[in-house]
């Protein structure tokens, strides 16, 4: 599987974005694709997945009740709506897959890595 991830930008504070993520090649059922975030001098944080074949969802603490992460699985990709930004959010954000995600919080679970998109929300 190949991600591509798309849609950041530098935005206020309060404003929404949505990011996207074009999966090719095949995906399982059993794929959970999520999305996760690196600001400078921090680690990686999960921030939500779903599970490819029902709707299952998950999200990180600091993404809970602003962001909303969905999937059309007739265009492979999935999406992150993320509403309320905050300073605190300023990251890049990568899409990542992984297959029968025991932890789904955990990043070396995934083994496809898109290449990112910066999110930058000023205050």
């Known amino acids: 599987v190949q991600l591509q991830a798309s849609g950041g930008g530098l935005v206020q504070a309060g404003d929404s974005l949505r990011l996207s993520c074009v999966a090719s090649g095949h995906i399982f059922s059993t794929y959970y694709i999520g999305w996760f975030r690196q600001a400078p001098g921090k680690e990686r944080e999960f921030v939500a997945t779903i599970n490819w074949s029902g709707a299952s969802t998950y999200y990180g603490d600091s993404s809970k009740g602003r962001f909303t992460i969905s999937k059309d699985n007739a265009k492979n990709t999935v999406y992150l709506q993320m509403n309320g930004l905050i300073p605190e959010d300023t990251a890049v954000y990568y899409c990542?897959?992984?297959?029968?995600?025991?932890?789904?919080?955990?990043?070396?679970?995934?083994?496809?890595w898109g290449q990112g998109t910066q999110v930058t929300v000023s205050s």
């Open positions: 990542a897959a992984g297959h029968r995600v025991p932890q789904v919080a955990v990043p070396s679970e995934y083994d496809c």
